[in-house]
């Protein structure tokens, strides 16, 4: 079964970069859509946004601005940028997977996340 | 798009039920059959408990299930058992503009 397994730096300055990578293991990346989804401290869930294997993206457009997932096919694999962080992007960051339904000539995601991710935590603080 | 709204808390005894609502919007939960379910234990990641409004996957019990009226959905758990006192959130597909929402969160309490 496919497993999903977010890494990357655990603390990050404010006003830099937050990145983070998600390795897809179990089986293949392509086909479908992944997302990144987070959740601050004692707080709820927030859909940051999704990739196709392909390469189309969509983003929360709370986050538009600032977020930038990208794909690597080759190592399956997929990532997380977040420019400008503040201390309000602190959060257990996890990556899922979307499944998707073939129609009309294309693949479209649908519209629940599994598996996921056992999250990371990233705190942004100096 | 604000956070679809569900109460704080709910609990029961093992063996009763409990239901937890979710309130959206026309835009959100009341506009489109999309609403799932998701269980979280603490420190562990969310699980898929329900799809679709109603759909349960592979594995999980059915004693979980969905519904949907209006622009609030609920999920129902009968038969309480130990392991079901978790965290609970809804999430509804938003558009194609804002995508996905999820609810406040709801703690499930076994007593």
């Known amino acids: 079964q496919v497993q999903l397994q977010e890494s990357g730096p655990g603390l990050v300055k404010p006003s830099e970069t937050l990145s983070l990578t998600c390795t897809v293991s179990?089986?293949?990346?392509?086909?479908?859509?992944w997302s990144w989804i987070r959740q601050p401290p004692g707080k709820g869930l927030e859909w940051i946004g999704y990739i196709y294997y392909s390469g189309s993206t969509n983003y929360n457009p709370s986050l538009k601005s600032r977020v930038t997932i990208s794909v690597d096919t080759s190592k399956n694999q997929f990532s997380l940028k977040l420019s400008s962080v503040t201390a309000a992007d602190t959060a257990v960051y996890y990556c899922?997977?979307?499944?998707?339904?073939?129609?009309?000539?294309?693949?479209?995601?649908?519209?629940?996340?599994?598996?996921w991710g056992q999250g990371t935590l990233v705190t942004v603080s100096s | 798009q604000s956070a679809l709204t569900q109460p704080r808390s709910v609990s029961g005894s093992p063996g009763q039920s409990v239901t937890i609502s979710c309130t959206g919007t026309?835009?959100?939960?009341?506009?489109?059959?999309?609403v799932s379910w998701y269980q979280q234990h603490p420190g562990k990641a969310p699980k898929l408990m329900i799809y679709d409004v109603s759909k349960r996957p592979s594995g999980v019990p059915d004693r979980f299930s969905g519904s949907k009226s209006g622009n609030t959905a609920s999920l129902t758990i009968s038969g309480l058992q130990a392991e079901d006192e978790a965290d609970y959130y809804c999430?509804?597909?938003?558009?194609?503009?804002?995508?996905?929402?999820f609810g406040t969160g709801t703690k499930v309490t076994v007593l």
């Open positions: 899922a997977r979307n499944p998707y339904y073939y129609g009309s000539g294309s693949y479209y995601p649908l519209n629940w996340f599994d598996p």
């Open positions: 999430c509804s597909y938003a558009g194609s503009y804002t995508y996905y929402v």
């Open positions: 026309s835009s959100d939960v009341g506009g489109y059959n999309y």
């Open positions: 179990g089986g293949s990346i392509s086909s479908y859509y």
